[in-house]
């Protein structure tokens, strides 16, 4: 059974950092595409980042360009996303995605996703 799990999430300040984690199991992604989406109160889920099964591409939302940073690590079949420089309007669940079969892409929609993490919350406060 394919899984998916988010962990990193919580509380932090606004001007904070956090850095949230995926770790797939039950196959390898290491050929595949990753990102990371989020779905604020009373909003539909957004595109965050994306990264290649390489990590020699990646895509970022124009909000969060220059603070969030995504990476991978195949090894350990695990994602990143380290977010710095944090707002209220970062405010959000975030959830991790996975493509199915092998990309040489890093695709922001969401659509081009096959598997789904149950999602981390992040709240920034004021």
């Known amino acids: 059974q394919v899984q998916l799990v988010e962990s990193g999430g919580g509380l932090v300040q606004v001007g904070g950092s956090l850095r949230l984690s995926c770790v797939a199991s039950g196959r390898t992604f290491a050929t595949c595409a990753m990102g990371w989406f989020r779905q604020a109160p009373g909003k539909e889920r957004e595109f965050v980042a994306a990264i290649s099964w390489s990590g020699g591409i990646t895509h970022y939302a124009d909000s969060v360009k220059g603070r969030f940073t995504i990476s991978r690590d195949n090894a350990k079949n695990t994602e990143y996303l380290q977010m710095n420089s944090l707002n209220s309007e970062d405010t959000a669940v975030y959830y991790c995605?996975?493509?199915?079969?092998?990309?040489?892409?890093?695709?922001?929609?969401?659509?081009?996703?096959?598997?789904w993490g149950q999602g981390t919350q992040v709240t920034v406060s004021s």
């Open positions: 995605a996975a493509d199915r079969e092998y990309s040489a892409i890093a695709p922001i929609n969401s659509d081009e996703y096959d598997y």
